[in-house]
């Protein structure tokens, strides 16, 4: 009884992770429920197998899988993660700090204000929730590796990030986020993992 209970609040925590238009996919198990729009114009190039690129090692650390799992459905980030030709550091939240969010990540208050309470409901509410997803992704994706203390640079959200040492702890800037520790140093660069998220509103 006790394993059952258990089994069903972390199918729970695990549902209530992710965003409207996951869920009916992982659901049914029906593969992507959205197609993968605009594939990014520049010449990627795909790491061969020897190759130890981002994509391999980003969905290994499970301290950060909701987060993993955001970035696989936007195309063009898959395929940045995968090419040994663009460097990039992620920042990706640990599970803890996104599930302790007052709010998903797709949620943002103005769009409960303009719209009311189904506002993630039906097609566009669902659009809505990915565009919103997406932007929040990009906010944790820093186009270099190596960064460099001080550094800034724009994340592909197009916001200006930083960090610094405080205390032996790597911040980052602004928000005054910690990392937790660098999970990966592969090929086409680093997943830093962040205590707390970027950019919530
Ligand atoms: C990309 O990362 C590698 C380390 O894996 C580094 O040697 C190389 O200089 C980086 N390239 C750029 C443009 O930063």
């Given at each position: 009884m006790k394993a059952l209970i258990y089994t069903l609040l972390a199918a729970t925590l695990t549902a209530a992770a992710l965003p409207p238009f996951q869920r009916p996919i992982m659901d049914k198990n029906l593969g992507p429920a959205i197609p993968l729009p605009n594939k990014s114009p520049t010449a990627s190039k795909p790491a061969d197998s020897d190759t130890i690129v981002l994509s391999d090692v980003l969905g290994r650390d499970r301290e950060i899988n909701i987060f993993a799992g955001f970035t696989r459905d936007f195309a063009p980030m898959s395929e940045r993660f995968d090419d040994t030709s663009?460097?990039?550091?992620?920042?990706?939240?640990?599970?803890?700090?996104?599930?302790?969010?007052?709010?998903?990540?797709?949620?943002?208050?103005?769009?409960?204000?303009?719209?009311?309470?189904?506002?993630?409901?039906?097609?566009?509410?669902?659009?809505?929730?990915?565009?919103?997803?997406?932007?929040?992704?990009?906010?944790?994706?820093?186009?270099?590796?190596?960064?460099?203390?001080?550094?800034?640079?724009?994340?592909?959200?197009?916001?200006?990030?930083?960090?610094?040492?405080?205390?032996?702890v790597k911040m980052i800037q602004p928000g005054n986020i910690a990392v937790s520790s660098v999970a990966s140093r592969v090929y086409n660069g680093e997943v830093w993992i962040l205590k707390g998220v970027r950019n919530y509103k």
């Open positions: 663009l460097n990039t550091t992620i920042l990706a939240p640990i599970n803890s700090a996104i599930m302790a969010l007052p709010r998903k990540p797709w949620e943002d208050p103005e769009d409960y204000e303009n719209l009311g309470t189904e506002a993630y409901e039906g097609d566009k509410g669902a659009e809505r929730a990915r565009q919103n997803l997406q932007r929040f992704v990009e906010a944790h994706v820093v186009p270099a590796s190596p960064w460099k203390e001080g550094d800034k640079l724009n994340t592909l959200a197009g916001d200006e990030i930083w960090w610094e040492t405080k205390d032996g």
